[in-house]
């Protein structure tokens, strides 16, 4: 039997630097807020320590987990998670906030399902593609099956309303069908299903629809649906080069909603600069090409489709994120993974990046399975 490899010590440190990261900015951020709410400026960051604690377990766990067990647990895990994303949507189970049904309370202890589903549905990808040689050249074996269980969690997400996450559940879904060999006909038949579908939830509602083109010209409503932008673009420009130093920010003393969840990264701009922000970003690079690394590597076929979806998902989430802060696509209220304050995201989030690290973890052989990769059509 072969030994396995050591764990990729790039992809750790990447991870444990931008956790890191996170930790510093959600207290920067959050200061002032937390001790006019509650009289003690580390309030959020204390609930931070302890939800990165538990995420660092939650690494652990991932890491040394058979990631192969995943396999003959996806419809199972999958299953959970579309009863958990129902379970919001039931009152007095789910609760409102901001606006949005999207939380479970259970006792003394709340959680988001959506990013449970966010694991759920890639792992349930993997399962589907990994099952055969050809990935998801088949639509009738893969591909549509793959659309039904994005649909699903897509519709249920929807109704709370989360257009952020569904809307990731689309993307991801995409690109891991891209990358698992499905034809160019079958993709653009799904993006012909999933974009009029969103558009039409968009546009239904005269608020919905002035919220999401709020971007093109935030300042024709600054103090309504634009208000958001225009106080994280004022951030980001007042941080020109080097930032006004860590701590520093003048936009977290009540003018940028959110500062210490979805426009974190907004105070990141403000405090460390441009060269903070780019240093932030870099990382998120580095973390997709170490990702996509391991996956490449990956001894089967289920271990490269998981890694790979993972690390786009977080990825693409990431990127979304910076969007949305830079007034570069609509509000769409999804954190800035490993950064923004939220316990459910940090947790899920890390044991996703555990995951792949346990993929990384893989024998010393070479992949000799070159259907990971399935070969596309002539």
């Known amino acids: ?50 939800w990165a604690g538990v995420g660092a377990c939650a690494f652990y766990a ?14 199972w895990i999958f299953g959970a998670a579309v009863v958990l994303l129902g379970a919001v949507l039931v009152s007095p189970v789910g609760f409102i906030e901001g606006g949005a049904r999207r939380w479970l309370a259970l006792g003394i202890f709340t959680f988001e399902p959506s990013e449970v589903a966010k694991l759920a549905l890639v792992v349930m990808l993997a399962h589907l593609f990994s099952l055969r040689r050809e990935g998801a050249r088949s639509f009738a074996r893969a591909g549509f099956p793959a659309l039904l269980c994005v649909g699903l969690c897509f519709a249920l997400v929807m109704r709370e309303p989360d257009l952020g996450t569904a809307s990731l559940y689309l993307v991801t879904a995409f690109v891991m069908l891209f990358a698992a060999g499905a034809r160019p006909s079958h993709l653009a038949l799904e993006a012909a299903v999933a974009v009029p579908a969103m558009l039409e939830f968009i546009y239904a509602s005269p608020y919905r629809r002035a919220r999401f083109l709020a971007f093109l010209d935030p300042w024709k409503d600054p ?34 909603p959110a500062q210490h969840t979805d ?18 970003l870099t990382l998120f690079v580095v973390f997709a090409y170490r990702g996509i690394r391991i996956a490449l590597r990956a001894e089967d076929r289920f271990g490269f489709h998981l890694a790979f979806g993972l690390t786009v998902g977080i990825t693409l989430q990431a990127l979304m994120n910076v969007a949305v802060v830079s007034g570069s696509w609509p509000i769409t209220g999804v954190p800035l993974p490993f950064i923004s304050y939220g316990g459910t995201s940090l947790v899920m989030t890390l044991f996703s990046a555990g995951l792949i690290a346990g993929v990384s973890r893989g024998p010393r052989r070479p992949v000799t399975d070159l259907a990971c990769v399935p070969p596309r059509a002539a």
């Not at 396995?4 to 510093?24: K, N």
């Not at 991932?62 to 419809?75: E, K, N, S, V």
């Not at 103090?223 to 106080?231: A, K, L």
């Open 1 to 50: 039997m072969s030994a396995q490899r050591p764990l990729d010590a790039g992809f750790l440190i990447v991870t444990l630097v931008l956790t890191g990261i996170g930790i510093v900015m959600v207290f920067s951020a959050s200061s002032a807020v937390a001790y006019v709410q509650f009289h003690d400026a580390a309030y959020y960051l204390k609930r931070e320590l302890l």
């Open 62 to 75: 991932g890491a040394r987990l058979d990631y192969r067990r995943l396999r003959l647990l996806a419809p």
């Open 223 to 256: 103090q309504g649906t634009g208000y958001h932008i225009i106080q994280s673009l004022y951030a980001l420009g007042s941080g020109r080069w080097l930032g006004l130093g860590l701590g520093e920010s003048r936009q977290k003393f009540g003018y940028l």
């Open 263 to 280: 426009f974190i990264f907004a105070i990141i701009g403000e405090e460390l600069g441009f060269i903070g922000a780019l240093a932030v």
